[in-house]
């Protein structure tokens, strides 16, 4: 069964940290999930004022930030003393587990600040396991080549058996940031279960809907993909780049509280009342 589009998503503008300007996708009334994915935030832009500000110190607990750039550097730092800065195609995926306080900050102060952050959620057995770090810089992340088509693996394997340095067996998530040229299709065999979107980084993808209508994705748009064992995206006339991230639904109670995402409002404030505490 092919999976086919069932909805197209803009994001939203928001403002998150000290007064960062950046477009919420995931995480906003028009699309408050897609298990396990619980936010997805996109920034893009040249103009300092849109991000020099920041996310200085704050906690999280309960799942996985994963910040993933194209352009700029970020330094990240935590209260466990790691300490690094991102830098373009680099990506780094933090397992919040049980709590973690630490900031994200642009490392310069012009030009081009571009990427994604992205939540996945863990389940409610692991939301309290010890913090931990999967980071790569752009040269550990093998890049797939087929006819017209290149694939950076960022976690998950694909077909042709190209691994991604990031390991995640708990949601098995498959983030594919592909580049294809004008014409050319992306055809892949994927997991029938797990929720899978899509999300426009140049030019347009072209995927069918469920009357087998080719429709457009185009920069900024996310799409969200039925279920289904086979996947084909086709770049439109001028080629086109985008996501594709998939994961395994937890099915889980959410409950969130800024910050902090749990399985019960109780937990939710335990979190807080653990943070103010000093128990981070
Ligand atoms: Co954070």
Redesign the pocket.
């Known amino acids: 069964m092919q999976r086919y589009l069932i909805k197209k998503i803009r994001g939203m503008p928001a403002t998150d940290g000290a007064g960062v300007e950046l477009v919420r996708v995931i995480g906003q009334p028009a699309l408050n999930m897609l298990d396990p994915f619980l936010l997805l935030d996109a920034f893009r832009s040249d103009n300092a004022d849109d991000y020099i500000a920041g996310?200085p110190a704050?906690p999280?607990r309960g799942f996985e930030?994963v910040t993933y750039l194209l352009n700029g550097k970020m330094r990240h730092q935590d209260n466990a003393g790691h300490e690094g800065v991102i830098e373009p195609g680099g990506i780094q995926w933090m397992t919040a587990g049980r709590g973690i306080i630490?900031s994200?900050m642009p490392e310069q102060e012009d030009g081009m600040l571009e990427g994604f952050q992205l939540w996945v959620n863990l389940p409610a057995q692991h939301k309290m396991d010890a913090p931990h770090y999967q980071e790569y810089a752009q040269d550990k992340i093998p890049i797939e080549q087929r006819a017209g088509c290149s694939i950076r693996v960022i976690t998950g394997t694909t077909s042709q058996g190209t691994s991604g340095p990031v390991v995640q067996p708990l949601t098995q998530p498959l983030y594919l940031d592909i580049t294809l040229q004008a014409g050319h299709s992306f055809c892949e065999a994927v997991d029938p279960t797990h929720n899978a979107f899509v999300y426009g980084i140049q030019g347009e993808v072209r995927i069918p809907d469920a009357k087998q209508l080719e429709q457009g994705i185009h920069k900024d748009q996310l799409g969200i993909l039925s279920q289904g064992d086979t996947l084909t995206l086709t770049a439109g006339s001028e080629g086109s780049r985008f996501l594709f991230i998939s994961g395994r639904p937890l099915n889980e109670p959410v409950a969130r509280g800024g910050?902090f995402v749990m399985n019960t409002e109780q937990e939710v404030r335990q979190a807080f009342s653990d943070y103010r505490a000093g128990k981070f």
């Open positions: 996310f704050h999280h930030t630490h994200e910050p």
